[in-house]
């Protein structure tokens, strides 16, 4: 069997996927129609369909795809209904298919960027029995026919011995469950665990970025363009993995007005062949949703700031390669630590915790503040609530752990 003839096998039937479309008649005419056409003339024994009948679906699709794309794009993406997420997915698989008709490159670039676009903009769990098939054949596809490493060269970043630094809390070294649970989970305290993470392949294999450049370059995923998310300056964009490698990791540091910072993203459910470098700390299963553990990647060069601020999950921060410059605060000081007004950063604090000004912020001298240094094969547990001030040192790559 082909791959176009696979690909469309593992496209839902319309009736799999009407109750999504109930609600919107035009998206329902419109996906009924192509999903029915595509179906057709994946059966080689069909006559009746014809090529004005796929350019018609083909029009059809990018019209839903553009109509939903805007939707998403209309005031704030946690409001935007669930539905025309899912519509905006189902819209993109379909285009997909139909872009897929040869293996030339920028066809199946074209594809990539969509099949990204589903996923992050989207809402793709299980939106149909087949998704996650046609999805994972898609990227074997890709990974077989795209490499990012014919075009572009990268550094091998070398492993940072470890220094002796300050450190203002607990630090547990290899702490058991049991231990974690009794001195840091349960007391709800803060704790740098050392030797936790050394079994790991990341913390070697990532050292050599054109590992993670073959495995993922040619990937899409939202870039944080500034050093700071809470400045005027800070915006988003969407841009391929190489593109933001080449820029952020020359063998010289980056200029700090250009620091971009891949942060927050779920880049191993979009990327699972780089999960198979690390395990998820048995420290995770304490609590009451250990089927929830919110995996995060945070990658980027030195300068990266993700100012003072709270998350409402524990975390279990773990340092791959690089350091990172740590300040953290109680939530019992948060009266004196200013958060912002708005509704958007009542978790972040106006200060600038690495130079404080008690001028213009004079309750910060009522706060604590406690100091460290992430270094390779750490990990920071913060409880929920705990403010937190990260500064890299360095090119950075942490992975975070986010549990009720």
């Not at 935007?80 to 897929?100: D, E, G, H, S, W």
């Not at 040619?218 to 005027?232: F, L, Q």
């Amino acid at each position: 069997m082909d791959t176009i003839t696979k690909l469309t096998k593992f496209l839902p039937s319309f009736e799999e996927i009407q109750d999504i479309l109930n609600d919107n008649p035009t998206a329902k005419y419109m996906l009924k129609k192509t999903l029915e056409s595509l179906a057709a003339y994946n059966n080689k024994n069909n006559k009746h369909i014809n090529t004005s009948e796929l350019e018609e679906c083909s029009f059809l699709v990018q019209a839903l795809v553009d109509k939903t794309w805007e939707e998403i794009h209309t005031g704030n993406f946690s409001l935007v209904p669930i539905n025309v997420r899912k519509t905006y997915a189902l819209a993109c698989y379909c285009r997909v298919r139909q872009f897929y008709e040869s293996m030339e490159k920028p066809q199946l670039e074209k594809c990539s960027e969509m099949l990204d676009e589903a996923m992050l903009l989207g809402y793709t769990p299980n939106i149909f029995e087949n998704c996650r098939t046609f999805t994972d054949t898609l990227m074997e596809m890709f990974d077989s026919e795209l490499d990012p490493t014919l075009e572009l060269k990268l550094p091998i970043l070398e492993r940072m011995p470890r220094i002796a630094a300050k450190c203002d809390i607990l630090q547990l070294d290899s702490p058991s469950v049991q231990e974690f649970n009794e001195k840091c989970f349960t007391a709800q305290m803060p704790a740098l665990l050392l030797n936790t993470i050394n079994h790991w392949p990341a913390l070697d294999k990532w050292l050599n970025l054109n590992y993670i450049l073959k495995l993922a370059g040619n990937r899409t995923v939202p870039i944080e363009i500034g050093s700071n998310y809470a400045t005027d300056e800070w915006s988003q964009q969407l841009m391929k993995i190489k593109d933001f490698l080449k820029r952020q990791f020359p063998l010289e540091d980056v200029d700090p007005k250009d620091v971009e910072y891949l942060a927050q993203h779920e880049l191993f459910e979009q990327i699972p062949q780089l999960k198979i470098d690390f395990t998820t700390p048995d420290y995770c299963s304490l609590g009451e949703h250990i089927e929830n553990v919110d995996i995060k990647a945070w990658l980027g060069p030195k300068g990266t700031v993700s100012p003072m601020h709270y998350d409402p999950k524990h975390n279990i921060l773990c340092q791959v390669f690089g350091s990172k410059r740590i300040i953290l605060a109680s939530p019992q000081d948060t009266e004196y630590l200013y958060p912002h007004e708005s509704e958007f950063l009542s978790n972040t604090s106006q200060i600038n915790a690495a130079a404080l000004n008690m001028d213009e912020y004079p309750l910060l001298s009522r706060a604590k503040f406690y100091h460290l240094k992430l270094q390779p094969g750490d990990c920071l547990y913060l409880p929920p609530k705990w403010w937190h001030y990260v500064e890299s040192e360095s090119p950075s790559f942490s992975v975070s752990f986010w549990w009720e």
